[in-house]
């Protein structure tokens, strides 16, 4: 027995027709409610047969303007009834032109710095003003659904995606290389807006002032400087600030003399004025005090022969690091 959720009555399986979905295999409706609510669905696809058999109409009622007009007055739409659009081509056309003016203000920037109003982002839920979205003019009020910091994250992921990368690199390059032109001259603005707006002077200053205050900001800044040193020199310069951050974070910011952890300065054990290179293998983490300390001094009388010894064991064998060949004669080298 089953109850039919249409007459709510209680009837045999045989009395419901099969249905494979259905968790026990029939439907929810009887047969007989099921031919009642069929009848409307036939008679209309009868009546639609019986007017494609009719003769083509030669008029069209327009819903827009309420016009009766030829049917050469209305574009051809052959998915729809009757193979024509519901508007005239008028209407149409007004419609487009009015499109067209909206856009035209969407695109305007004194609309975008008037504007006035809230918006909820689609991502984190939050009633935002207009200002914190981006602008997209094929949205109805010309902003994006998800505000500025949203959309920030979902592009960096979006980039971040192994599959993605090279995909965006190369699209990214075949669009320079066919707008090169605007690419510099978008360029060349940019630097100037740099230069000339007050505002973003300050906003610069206020990231780079927090981005220099972090282990990776300090530790770029440190091979910058050690670079153009060795530049201003004319000395080799293999070394990168990844390559400065890798060593770093084998000694885990802890200096290799004193073991003190914290801000580690870049130690050049030859030094770059005695024509030492800017590479991995003569670059160490050294706290501030032992950097000072040591100065010109060569490894071996800085540490002294017997700590000298036991400096190079404990590299070897506590940190697991290949000593490089310029470390094994340190009585032969000036360290700074």
């Not at 971040?160 to 060349?188: I, S």
């Not at 900001?217 to 020199?233: E, S």
């Not at 290179?277 to 160490?284: F, I």
Request: aromatic residues 8%.
């Amino acid at each position: 027995m089953k109850r039919c959720i249409k007459c709510e009555e209680e009837k045999t399986l045989s009395e419901f027709y099969r249905h494979v979905g259905a968790k026990d295999g029939f439907r929810n409706v009887c047969k007989s409610c099921w031919a009642k609510n069929r009848k409307p669905y036939s008679r209309a696809k009868k009546s639609r047969s019986k007017e494609s058999n009719k003769e083509p109409k030669t008029e069209k009622r327009c819903p827009k303007c309420g016009e009766v007009k030829p049917v050469s007055e209305f574009s051809p739409r052959p998915e729809r009834r009757g193979g024509l659009k519901p508007r005239c081509k008028a209407c149409v056309k007004v419609d487009r032109r009015a499109k067209r003016e909206q856009l035209k203000q969407l695109h305007d920037e004194d609309f975008y710095q008037n504007v006035i109003g809230e918006k909820k982002c689609s991502v984190c839920k939050e009633i935002k003003p207009y200002t914190d979205f981006d602008r997209l003019r094929s949205e109805a009020d010309g902003f994006q659904c998800l505000c500025k910091p949203c959309g920030r994250k979902k592009s960096k992921a979006y980039s971040l995606r192994e599959d993605k990368r090279e995909h965006l690199l190369a699209k990214k390059m075949e669009w320079y290389y066919n707008n090169l032109e605007g690419a510099k001259r978008r360029e060349v603005e940019r630097q100037k807006r740099r230069r000339t707006d007050p505002e973003l002077k300050r906003k610069l200053r206020e990231y780079h002032r927090r981005y220099y205050r972090t282990p990776k900001g300090m530790a770029i800044a440190q091979h910058n400087g050690a670079k153009r040193r060795a530049q201003k020199l004319k000395l080799p310069t293999d070394l990168t600030s990844d390559k400065w951050l890798e060593i770093l974070d084998f000694f885990n910011y802890r200096c290799v003399y004193c073991g003190v952890s914290g801000r580690m300065a870049m130690d050049h054990v030859i030094p770059l004025h005695q024509n030492g290179h800017h590479v991995s293998g003569n670059v160490l983490p050294a706290c501030k005090s032992c950097n000072s300390s040591k100065k010109e001094r060569t490894l071996e009388e800085f540490l002294g022969n017997e700590q000298y010894t036991e400096w190079l064991h404990k590299m070897k064998f506590e940190f697991s690091w290949e000593v490089p060949e310029l470390f094994e004669n340190g009585g032969s080298l000036q360290g700074g």
